[in-house]
């Protein structure tokens, strides 16, 4: 495959190194993804913790470093992956934009606000480093088929949604506000109905009503995560409807079809039903960034993408103040 292009995760807790083993059928970490995918080699972690970078580093035989300037100093490092929790992403993103790096794969969401995304897309584009966000349903094609699906007008007009997610608008909720615009398509207004704080004290679970351009409606509703963990969407089209559910690893298809019971009805009924890549996300996203490398293939989450679903969840933040 040629050249290898040199790789250092910052963060080695679950979705860095520890959710996966190198022999795990499914690939859940960046550390996995990386060693997989060929053209890539993992040259090691960094973490506050260095505890933490040793052992990731031990399963993935990859290096230990005690800081990002020691990973830089003497290594050319052509991808960095951010792996730390959500509130130190602004602070790694900013510190690794004085190195030469391609491209930064960073977990979602990017910053915990508009003013940090604006400084870092600032910041990435004088410095001309790439950065891809990881909200892992655009590197599913079942997820790609159905929005290309409903561009080429298979499903007719979006009559209505709704969704349910917990865990944070921005933590969690931005997975599900991201999908709907990657999908089906920009959303222009937003009403938020509640609120609760139901696993970080800064970032609320938010109910509300989100409206498309087409000025059709959808419901996302927050379910306490002390319950469950629950993603699931619901489109409803003129032509047919949409149930994604378990987290994204099933899509439901239903069909209008003549009610066999009352004459001269109409009915939505399950035709099919397909599972889909989730967990595959990893390994495709890595795919999509060595392509994009190598043949100029298009990121397939970028900065602006990240931005945009911020300022939604902002927008649902300040509405809970009104
Ligand atoms: N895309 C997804 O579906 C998905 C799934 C899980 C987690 N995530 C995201 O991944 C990120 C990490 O989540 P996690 O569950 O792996 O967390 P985690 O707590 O298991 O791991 C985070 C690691 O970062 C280290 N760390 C903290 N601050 C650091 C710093 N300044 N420099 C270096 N290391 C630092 C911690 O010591 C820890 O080892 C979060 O932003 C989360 O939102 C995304």
Partial sequence: ????????????????????????????????????????????????????????????????????EEAFTNNTIDIVSICVPDEYHYKILDEISIFSVKVVFTEKPLTKNLIEAKKIIQLYNENNIKCMINYSRRFVSQFEQIKNEIEEGKYGELLCGSGYYGKGILHNGSHLIDLLRYIYGEIKSTQTLSYNYDYYKDDASVSAILTFNNNSNFVIQNIPASNYTIFEIDLLFEKKRIRITDSGFKIEIQEVLDSNVFKGYKNIVKTSERKTELGEALENAVLNIYNHLKYGEKLKCNIHDAYEVIKICENLQSGRRL
Avoid: R
């Fill in 1 to 68: 495959m040629g050249k290898s292009y040199n790789v250092l995760i910052i963060g080695a807790g679950n979705i860095g190194a520890f959710f996966d083993m190198p022999y795990s059928k499914n690939v859940l970490t960046h550390a996995h993804a990386f060693s997989k995918v060929e053209g890539f080699n993992l040259l090691g972690f960094v973490d506050v913790d260095n505890k933490k970078a040793i052992e990731a580093a031990n399963i993935w035989n990859a290096k230990a470093f005690e800081s990002i």
